[in-house]
């Protein structure tokens, strides 16, 4: 029959069947759901911590009694409690300077409650600046800390201010010129700001495609052996081939799996991009949330690994699940699959500390490595277009690879029933088929 010529279109029908029966389930609708949904809550976390602690702030006042302080000094000490705050985020530390006169008043506002802690700077017969905090607050807390640390530094402005200095001369910008050596070089250079938010990007897309393949591949060796365990495909196999059997379970299942991931990833978008104009809503302030320039490489340099690794790991789990009669020896027959997962995936989680060196730069074309390195070099900036685009090539000639492999391995394992399975019998079953 010309049906069971190529893959099509038995494959498509098979494939739209096991598309079906995966996406009008209950649990996958209700479990799309709320994944999207704490997708989209998970990027509304750096609102709902500036809502709780946006109305939080330590009040600290600094009685002075002494003279001679810095011109600055208000501006250091503040500006140390303050570091970190965003544009037009409310400071977390409130200060008012009194001075000697006014310390009654201040140990009286302490007692009182209307300030939160009070700080008497003096100096001693050196003429160093002393330090005295009166606080009911924990000695080892977080304000503490904070409000000895900015002590601490206007002790380093007044010593610089009295050797004829300032932190502001020591920190001005000198007269380094940087010269890139290959000034056709295609690297990205990123601040170190830029460094931390792409490492942090990178991980999760990374862990993103980890689970993708460890769960939907799970999902194709799954349908697989139930439709062997039912005796279904013995029927299935008078109307169709082998190895059009193995494209639809593979396409099937695959969509249903990807349609899911790119709801999530949907509302994961959706979040960082209302993250912005949410908290002005509700808090009426600038947020610094939403993707940078850089990430939106990155998340399309994402979707075609994402889905040229899964279509690599969902063949053969396919083919591994076909030597097993039953859903229970699932496991164990793609214990060898979920080794050089996790090989790869630990391997690139290395690789984001050392993301110039050679072994990374080799392993990243490597096809099943690749969804996961070459992911984590573009996310750093390191990667040229053709790198990437050898990369894409080698991963769809590994795939066609894949799929002779993986349809000689379906082509018997369908037919082998009550076997246990071993390298032995994945081998023979391989040479056996044609």
Same mark, same amino acid.
């Given at each position: ?16 069947? !096991? ?35 946006? #109305? ?30 965003? $544009? ?49 607050? *924990? ?16 002790? &380093? ?17 000198? #007269? ?24 942090? =990007? ?11 393949? &460890? ?27 082998? $190895? ?8 099937? #299942? ?11 990833? +949907? ?19 600038? $947020?610094?949330? +939403?993707?940078?320039?850089? !990430?939106? *490489? ?21 083919? =591994? ?13 793609? $214990? ?34 690749? *969804? ?63």
């Amino acid at each position: 029959m010309n049906t069971r010529r190529g893959l099509f279109p038995n494959a498509w029908l098979i494939a739209a069947r !096991e598309y079906r029966a995966r996406a009008s389930s209950r649990s996958f609708v209700v479990g799309t759901i709320l994944l999207a949904a704490l997708a989209f809550a998970a990027t509304q976390i750096p609102v709902l911590i500036d809502a709780v602690t946006g #109305n939080m702030q330590t009040r600290v006042s600094v009685v002075v009694e002494t003279s001679g302080l810095p011109s600055d000094s208000q501006f250091v000490f503040s500006g140390t409690l303050n570091a970190g705050t965003s $544009s037009g985020g409310k400071e977390p530390y409130s200060v008012t300077w009194s001075g000697a006169a006014a310390l009654s008043d201040r140990q009286s506002a302490l007692e009182h409650g209307g300030t939160d802690a009070l700080l008497i700077v003096d100096r001693n017969a050196a003429k160093d600046l002393t330090f005295t905090l009166r606080t009911d607050m *924990p000695s080892d807390g977080r304000q503490v800390s904070v409000i000895e640390t900015a002590a601490r530094m206007l002790a &380093v402005e007044d010593g610089l201010a009295r050797a004829g200095t300032s932190t502001a001369a020591l920190l001005a910008p000198s #007269n380094l010129s940087v010269v890139p050596v290959s000034p056709t070089g295609t690297g990205t250079a990123l601040s170190v700001t830029g460094q931390i938010s792409s490492g942090l =990007l990178s991980t999760g897309l990374v862990v993103l495609i980890f689970m993708a393949i &460890v769960t939907y591949g799970t999902w194709v060796a799954m349908s697989v052996a139930e439709e062997k365990g039912s005796r279904v495909m013995e029927l299935m196999l008078n109307a169709t081939t082998p $190895s059009q059997m193995l494209a639809g379970k593979v396409l099937g #299942n695959g969509a249903a799996g990807l349609s899911q991931y790119g709801v999530v990833i +949907g509302a994961l978008v959706a979040g960082m991009l209302a993250q912005g104009p949410i908290h002005r809503a509700i808090l009426g302030g600038a $947020s610094t949330g +939403g993707p940078g320039p850089l !990430e939106w *490489p990155v998340l399309g340099a994402f979707a075609v690994l994402f889905v040229l690794g899964f279509l690599l790991y969902s063949l053969l789990y396919a083919a =591994l699940g076909s030597l097993v009669s039953r859903q229970e020896d699932v496991q164990s027959a793609t $214990s060898p699959m979920m080794i050089l997962v996790m090989i790869g995936y630990f391997m690139s989680i290395f690789a984001l500390q050392a993301i110039n060196d050679t072994w990374v730069v080799v392993a990243s074309f490597i096809p099943f490595f690749s *969804p996961y390195l070459m992911l984590a070099r573009v996310s750093a900036g390191h990667v040229a277009a053709w790198e990437f685009g050898l990369a894409v090539v080698l991963l769809v000639a590994a795939i066609g690879v894949a799929l002779g492999f993986a349809a000689r391995i379906y082509s018997a394992g369908v037919l082998l029933y009550g076997q246990r399975v071993g390298l032995r019998q994945v081998i023979g079953a391989a040479r056996a088929s044609r």
